[in-house]
């Protein structure tokens, strides 16, 4: 995040995130791409004795406390290294987590909130199923009531951590009569139980190494109590996921898009064509100059949108609005500067003797997953024509409409 935005206490925070990154081994990280390690418990482990998960989980579960532009400042940094490590640091104790401490029983903060924050646990998150991932509310996975408890039988795929969580939160259908999809579905915390089966493991382009596999709900049992909302509540769990999933998305993809331009710009400072480097050359040098330029739009409009929610001065609609706009454009933002990088360093930008190659591969799934770009478009859309016409309605502001040296002339302004 900019620097000169940032408090001196901010900037802690964001070294602290620093030297966690440059810890991390780049062992692991080749492990990982290599799908040797499929799940990295120890990665986990160590961000929990750091205190870097949970950053905007209440310090009485074991969370900083903090907002979502600080939230912001240490997924970007946590984005440096992988992705994919990235991706298991939000799914668990960004996403999960504040699911159960807004939604969940004590019972739940204790057993699964504390211990995840710790790097005890591991939780992951059950949404795509095989039959459709955008038609959310068209799962097939259901659950039947059974005396105090629940039993729930379905498949979900493309599951981050499928391998190596010991928590899932499971969306099912519980009341498959009613016609209104948002009030017959609810979010369960299942545990790794009798029944709960890792059926296959996704050989992956690229963020490989999470564990991302197909779950299998064979009757599995789990108390009333385990149901985040109560029965028939997901729909209100799904809102609120929303917002760590893509805004959190938006931001460490920034940081994991940022080391490509570095590289390039090192690489094309040095490197030599004709007599001079390489970044001289404005069909190199514009590259790089377009890529920082993306980068700086891209913060900026994560951080805009972190303000606007920790303000809670923007409406939920605007909200929405703004956090679809950032994982839109700093998903494309990022695969467009993940190309102009390994453009300008050639061949050997396509060889593993950059890191490059990996960025690539790792980058095009943030257009895809929490959502497709397209559904994006699809919320943006609706919320802004929305947010429009209040405006007009409620804002004292001038109508441009008429600044037209023929504005009078209704009889043109035809609409049928």
Request: glycine residues 10%.
């Amino acid at each position: 995040m900019f620097d000169f935005i940032l408090t001196e206490e901010q900037k802690k925070l964001r070294d602290e995130a620093r030297e966690f990154s440059k810890w991390v081994p780049k062992d692991l990280i080749l492990a990982m791409d290599r799908e040797e390690i499929q799940f990295p418990k120890e990665y986990l482990k160590e961000a929990g004795k750091r205190n870097l998960l949970g950053i905007r989980i209440p310090k009485e579960f074991g969370g900083r406390g903090l907002g979502w532009v600080e939230n912001a400042i240490v997924a970007e940094e946590i984005g440096v290294p992988s992705y994919s490590l990235a991706c298991l640091w939000g799914v668990g104790a960004d996403i999960v987590c504040d699911a159960i401490v807004e939604f969940g029983c004590d019972e739940l903060k204790e057993e699964v909130v504390k211990p995840l924050l710790k790097g005890e646990v591991y939780a992951a998150e059950g949404l795509t199923e095989p039959r459709g991932g955008s038609d959310f509310f068209g799962a097939k996975t259901y659950a039947v009531k059974d005396g105090d408890d629940w039993i729930i039988n379905g498949s979900k795929r493309f599951i981050v951590g499928a391998e190596g969580a010991d928590w899932f939160l499971v969306y099912a259908v519980t009341d498959r009569d009613n016609p209104d999809p948002h009030k017959r579905i609810t979010a369960f915390m299942v545990p790794r139980t009798k029944g709960v089966e890792t059926e296959y493991i996704y050989g992956l382009m690229g963020v490989r190494g999470g564990g991302a596999g197909r779950l299998k709900l064979d009757n599995v049992r789990v108390p009333e109590r385990y149901a985040l909302n109560g029965i028939n509540g997901g729909y209100e769990v799904f809102k609120r996921m929303m917002i760590p999933e893509r805004l959190g998305t938006a931001a460490m993809t920034i940081g994991s898009v940022r080391p490509a331009i570095e590289i390039a710009t090192k690489y094309t400072s040095r490197r030599k064509a004709f007599g001079r480097e390489i970044a001289k050359f404005e069909a190199v040098g514009f590259k790089v100059a377009d890529s920082v330029m993306l980068l700086d739009a891209a913060r900026g409009l994560v951080y805009s949108t972190a303000l606007a929610i920790d303000s809670g001065n923007a409406s939920p609609g605007r909200v929405r609005r703004m956090i679809s706009e950032s994982k839109k454009f700093v998903t494309e933002a990022a695969w467009e500067i993940a190309n102009k990088c390994m453009q300008v360093m050639g061949g050997i930008g396509y060889t593993d003797i950059y890191p490059i190659e990996r960025i690539v591969r790792d980058i095009r799934l943030s257009m895809i997953w929490v959502g497709t770009n397209e559904i994006m478009q699809l919320i943006i859309q609706h919320e802004w024509y929305k947010e429009f016409w209040q405006k007009v309605v409620k804002e004292n502001v001038r109508n441009v409409e008429m600044d037209a040296a023929n504005a009078h002339r209704e009889d043109e302004k035809v609409f049928e």
